[in-house]
């Protein structure tokens, strides 16, 4: 019952009662928050750049396809869908399939290195790129979170038509109830999102983003709270 609850949530996009989660400004939370993945570690390598065939540490956060207990399938767009719950107590972080779960190449869009979600075509194929599910676990929970994604991957430049597409995003807890769902239909280009919680309750843990943008999209820039120093 709880694997159907979470995914009826998901689909229908509502809040949750426990510390809701509310759109935010990307450039207010980027000043108030001092963590930052921007995948600048690794050297600048042109499209398809560099395949990561497991789930990848960087700077407070692990980065994987979804979290343990999720499955993973391609829908008519041939775009990565993600059904079930986590499985508990606690998330965990899962990779996709070789050469389905995420790739880190330089991109025109962002002018730097940027995180291709790697979809069911699997690396290094055009179409593959951008077409992935991306989930994101923070080692400390998080008061809000953000990042940049550049959609309609076809023109990395922002130049065409708008993008037709959306961006999904859900916030877990870290015992993977959903604090929030959001479905963005954002235009052609690089796109700013943030997210606070609200009130009282669990912090945000993980993320999942999904898209059916034509294009596939990038990711860059993901912003988080540091751990503060003990003592």
Request: charged share 20%.
């Amino acid at each position: 019952m709880r694997r159907f609850g979470w995914l009826l949530g998901l689909l229908l996009g509502t809040a949750a009662t426990a510390g809701d989660v509310e759109i935010a400004d990307y450039r207010v939370l980027r000043d108030d928050l001092d963590g930052r993945i921007d995948f600048e570690r690794l050297p600048p390598r042109a499209e398809p750049g560099f395949n990561l065939d497991r789930p990848v540490y960087s700077s407070g956060a692990w980065i994987g396809e979804r979290f343990v207990g999720q499955q993973v399938s391609s829908n008519s767009t041939g775009h990565d869908t993600i059904t079930g719950a986590p499985d508990g107590p606690w998330l965990r972080i899962a990779g996709g399939a070789p050469r389905q779960n995420l790739s880190v190449a330089s991109h025109r869009g962002f002018g730097s290195n940027a995180l291709f979600p790697l979809g069911p075509a699997g690396f290094p194929a055009l179409e593959a790129r951008g077409e992935g599910a991306v989930a994101i676990l923070f080692d400390t929970d998080q008061p809000a979170t953000g990042f940049r994604v550049h959609t309609d991957y076809a023109a990395p430049l922002g130049t065409g038509p708008a993008a037709q597409g959306s961006v999904e995003v859900t916030l877990l807890a870290r015992d993977g109830q959903r604090l929030g769902h959001f479905s963005h239909h954002p235009g052609t280009g690089i796109t700013e999102l943030g997210y606070r919680l609200q009130g009282a309750g669990p912090g945000i843990a993980g993320m999942l983003i999904l898209n059916t943008d034509p294009g596939g999209i990038a990711i860059d820039d993901i912003l988080f709270a540091k751990p503060r120093p003990l003592g």
